[in-house]
C-alpha cells in the first residue's frame, strides 16, 4: 500500500482502460473500461488495479483462520457462524477429538466458540471449515471482540508488527480471526488495554502512522 | 383535478419561488445508523428519509434463495407521523407497489453475482412525507448500500419531472408547464407525475412511473430533465460518501 496518499474510490468510478491494466479485486469491466464496485482504498500496482473495502461483510477464502461461534450440533457435523453471509459447517471428521454419531453436542455446543480455518468455499458459496491444524481449538477462556473484517489488515500490521506490539505491552495472548473477531487471553486490565487499542486501530484504520500512536497509548 | 391555487405564474416562477428546472434542496449523510451494515439520512425538501441496509445474509424463508445470485428486499414504510393527518401503520397497496418496483431497480445495479443464496436488505424509512418520497426513498437506499461495502454497478439514484397549471375545459387540457421534481401542492394538484430512477454513468433506467397525461413532447421534455436531475442529484450522493472518510482522514494526522 502506498503510504504517501491514500486514494479513496466509490463504486462506478472509472479507474482505468483494461488494455493498460488488470481488473483486480473489488472491480469489473464494462465495454473495455475498469471501473470500482465498492467503496474503498485504490490500488494500484504494476498492472493491477485493487479497490481495498472500507467495509463490508467478511468473504471467505480457504486458508483464512477464524474465530467462529457454533449455532447448532447435528448429528455428525455443526453449524458454525464465522462472520460471513451463510454459516459454515464443521464436519466431525474435521475435528482433533474422536466424535461418536449424535454426540456432537458433548464436545462443542451451542454458543461455544473456536478457532478454526476455512477450509473449502464452492461456487454456491458453501462453506467448509476444519479444526484439523496446528493453533486450532475450542476457546475455553478470555474475551472476544468483534470489529469491521476489512479493518483486520490493520490490527495485524505490516508482517505482523501492530499485533506484535499488542502481545508485547501487555503480555496476552492474541488470535486476529479474518472475519473480524479477535480472541484475547489477559488478565483484566491489560484486556482492557488491548480493546481499547483495537478500538483506536477500528476507529482511526484510515489514517497514517498507527503504529506509533498505539505505542504510545500502550507505554502509558 | 381542479385547485383555485395557481401553481406557477406566466414567468414560470413556482409557489416556493422555483424556476421549472430547479430542484428542491437535497442534503444527504452516509453511515448514521451504528447497527445497520450501511445506513444513509436524507433531506430533499420537506422529506426526510432514512434508509439502513443489513446483508448481505441467509436468505429466509429459504425458498425465496435464488441459489446463483442475491435477492434483493426493499421494504418502504411511511411512519405514522409523517403525513399531516396520522397515517395507518403497516404495510398498504402503495408502499408494497413501492417496496417492489424499489427492489426491482435496486437489483439491476447490486451485483448479485457474488452472494448466491443471500439477501440484502433494504429499510426505507419515511419519517416526513411531502411529495417524490419513492425517489427520496430510493436514493437514500443507493447510498446505504454503497455505505453498507456491497459491490455496486452504479449508485441508483432518482428523480421525478411532471406538468403543473394546465387550463381543463370539457376534459381537455390546455397549456401547462413542464416541471423538475414537484412539491406537494404541485403533486396533488397538478397535472402529471413522472418519477424516474437511472443509473447515472450509463444512463440506464431502473424505474419509470407515470400518473396523469402528457403528451409525447411533453413526456420527452419531463424525461430530460428528470435525468438531469437525477444527475445533479448523484454529485450530491457522491459527496456524500466521500465526507464521512475525508473527516476521518483529517482527525487522525
Known amino acids: 500500500m502506498s503510504q504517501s496518499e491514500r486514494e479513496i474510490v466509490i463504486p462506478s468510478q472509472f479507474l482505468g482502460d483494461s488494455n493498460q491494466f488488470k481488473s483486480g ?21 504494476d498492472k493491477y488495479l485493487n479497490v481495498i473495502p472500507l467495509k463490508g461483510k ?77 493453533n486450532l481449538f475450542k476457546i475455553k477462556k478470555g474475551t472476544i471482540v468483534e470489529i469491521d473484517s476489512s479493518k483486520i489488515p490493520r490490527v495485524i500490521g505490516k508482517k505482523g508488527s501492530m499485533i506484535q506490539l499488542l502481545k508485547k ?4 495472548r492474541i488470535h486476529v480471526g479474518k472475519n473480524g473477531r479477535i480472541w484475547i487471553d489477559a488478565d483484566l486490565s491489560n484486556t482492557a488495554k488491548v480493546i481499547e487499542a483495537i478500538k483506536i486501530i477500528e476507529r482511526e484504520s484510515v489514517s497514517f502512522g498507527l503504529t506509533d500512536k498505539i505505542e504510545s497509548y500502550l507505554k502509558q | 383535478m381542479k385547485s383555485d391555487k395557481q401553481l406557477i405564474d406566466e414567468n414560470g416562477v413556482r409557489q416556493d419561488g422555483r424556476k421549472p428546472d430547479e430542484l428542491r434542496k437535497v442534503t444527504i449523510e452516509a453511515g448514521v445508523l451504528h447497527r445497520a451494515d450501511g445506513s444513509c439520512y436524507l433531506e430533499w425538501g420537506g422529506n426526510k428519509v432514512i434508509a439502513a441496509v443489513y446483508g448481505p445474509r441467509e436468505a429466509i424463508p429459504r425458498h425465496t434463495q435464488n441459489p446463483l445470485r442475491a435477492i434483493v428486499n426493499a421494504r418502504y414504510n411511511m ?18 407497489e413501492i417496496s417492489k418496483v424499489t427492489s426491482e431497480a435496486l437489483e439491476k445495479v447490486v451485483l448479485t453475482d ?59 387540457f390546455t397549456g401547462g408547464y413542464v416541471v423538475l421534481d414537484l412539491g406537494k401542492e404541485e403533486d396533488n394538484f397538478g397535472n402529471a407525475d413522472l418519477p424516474i430512477a437511472i443509473a447515472p454513468r450509463t444512463n440506464e433506467i431502473l424505474l419509470l412511473q407515470m400518473d396523469g397525461h402528457l403528451s409525447f413532447q411533453e413526456f420527452e421534455q419531463a424525461l430530460e430533465y428528470a435525468m438531469k436531475g437525477c444527475h445533479d442529484i448523484s454529485k450530491i450522493q457522491k459527496e456524500a460518501l466521500m465526507k464521512q472518510y475525508h473527516s476521518k482522514e483529517g482527525e487522525g494526522q
Open chain 1, 58 to 134: 467478511y468473504d471467505a477464502i480457504p486458508g483464512d483462520m477464524v474465530i467462529g461461534v457454533v449455532i447448532e450440533a447435528l448429528g455428525s457435523s455443526w453449524l458454525v457462524d464465522i462472520n460471513a453471509p451463510y454459516p459454515a459447517l464443521l464436519h466431525v471428521n474435521e475435528v482433533p477429538w474422536n466424535v461418536d454419531f449424535n454426540e456432537t453436542d458433548k464436545y462443542l455446543n451451542m454458543g461455544d466458540s473456536i478457532i478454526a480455518k476455512v477450509s473449502q468455499v464452492d461456487t454456491e458459496k458453501k462453506l467448509q471449515i476444519s479444526m484439523k491444524d496446528r
Open chain 2, 79 to 96: 411512519a405514522a407521523f409523517s403525513v399531516d393527518d396520522r397515517k395507518r401503520p403497516g404495510p398498504d397497496r402503495r408502499s408494497r
Open chain 2, 114 to 172: 457474488y452472494y448466491p443464496r443471500a439477501a440484502i436488505d433494504v429499510n426505507i424509512e419515511i419519517l416526513n412525507a411531502e411529495a417524490g418520497t419513492r425517489c427520496a426513498g430510493l436514493t437514500a437506499a443507493g447510498v446505504a448500500l454503497a455505505d453498507a461495502g456491497i459491490p455496486l454497478r452504479d449508485i441508483p439514484v432518482a428523480c421525478a419531472a411532471g406538468k403543473i397549471g394546465a387550463e381543463e375545459q370539457d376534459g381537455t
Open chain 1, 25 to 45: 479485486r473489488g472491480t469489473f469491466i464494462e465495454n473495455g473500461k475498469i471501473y470500482a464496485q465498492i467503496m474503498g482504498i485504490l490500488q494500484r500496482n
Open chain 1, 169 to 172: 505491552y501487555t503480555h496476552s
